[in-house]
């Protein structure tokens, strides 16, 4: 039982460049979520998805898209890469809220240069 | 507004010494749930306890507590005797439901230096 396995763990990208953040889960999870964390400004929602087939935008979507064809998988894409985008990102996913906190994924370290 | 406040930014305590995380909340859910995450220095998020607001009694878990007290919003965490290993940044999070779905909703975080 792995848990949230996030992938990679740190990345370089230059403006413009796109690439998928991959997030996994082996727990049968229905709600996993993307979040960023930036200093002082603790960690905001993305994106999430209450199942396979279903995606809704948190607090802060804009340059990035999600897709959940399958339970296990919730990539988070970054379609034009910029400077802002510079953070720590992490997964995490959950059961019903009736059946426990949230998992989180160690994190990646993303910077946009 | 939906939200969740920790006034501490960082505190800084020597070891042994007791310590108060504070954290008040704002929800328009009548049913809803907190929530306290450790993230010690190698950046991982740690889940140390949920609560739900149906259950006002407080919790101790070894040297850790929390007081809920919907009156003042407030759930607050205490750690007894510090110790070094504690030394972390701590979040309280808000469980916030909209239109059948839910997102967690995180506060900035107190920074907790323990020095020996």
């Known amino acids: 039982n792995a848990g949230v396995t996030q992938t990679p763990k740190f990345q370089v990208l230059k403006t413009g460049q796109s690439m998928t953040l991959q997030c996994a889960q082996d727990?049968?999870?229905?709600?996993m979520s993307w979040y960023r964390q930036d200093p002082g400004m603790g960690l905001r929602l993305i994106h999430y998805?209450?199942?396979?087939?279903?995606?809704d935008q948190g607090e802060v979507p804009n340059g990035y898209n999600v897709s959940r064809s399958t339970t296990e998988d919730f990539p988070l894409r970054l379609l034009s890469a910029a400077p802002s985008q510079t953070s720590v990102y992490f997964c995490?996913?959950?059961?019903?809220?009736?059946?426990?906190?949230?998992?989180f994924g160690s994190g990646t370290r993303l910077t946009v240069v | 507004a939906q939200k969740v406040t920790q006034a501490q930014t960082e505190i800084s305590v020597v070891e042994k010494e007791d310590v108060t995380l504070d954290c008040v909340y704002e929800?328009?859910?009548?049913?809803?749930?907190l929530f306290w995450y450790k993230q010690p220095p190698s950046g991982e998020l740690v889940f140390l306890i949920r609560r739900n607001s149906f259950d006002e009694q407080n919790e101790i878990s070894g040297r850790y507590s929390w007081n809920f007290q919907k009156s003042t919003s407030s759930f607050n965490f205490t750690i007894t005797a510090s110790q070094v290993v504690d030394s972390a940044v701590y979040f309280c999070a808000l469980r916030m439901t909209q239109g059948g779905s839910e997102k967690l909703v995180f506060g900035k975080g107190t920074k907790l230096t323990v020095n020996p």
């Open positions: 998805s209450v199942g396979a087939g279903i995606t």
């Open positions: 727990m049968n999870h229905e709600y």
């Open positions: 995490a996913s959950s059961y019903s809220i009736n059946r426990g906190g949230y998992t």
């Open positions: 929800t328009r859910d009548t049913t809803y749930y």
